[in-house]
């Protein structure tokens, strides 16, 4: 997923007015808000795109290599 000009970056996020109102009201921390956006990031930015694992697929199967390569 690519950064669009309506997505917040995580310090956007927690500046951002309403999000804190939200999470006023929720009875949500911060300091948890914060852990739990950076926990989410990791593991977003940790995953293996569709062409990744196809890459990974195909090297790890030398049968699986394509004819014309």
Do not use: H, W
């Not at 997923?1 to 996020?13: F, G």
């Amino acid at each position: 997923m690519s950064k669009t000009r309506d997505d917040l970056t995580i310090s956007e996020a927690l500046r951002d007015p309403l999000i804190a109102m939200v999470m006023r009201a929720d009875g949500v921390k911060l300091d948890d808000f914060k852990r739990l956006l950076e926990t989410a990031a990791v593991k977003r930015e940790q995953r293996i795109s569709p062409v990744g694992k196809f890459i990974n697929a195909v090297t790890g199967n030398p049968g699986a290599t394509c004819s014309f390569c």
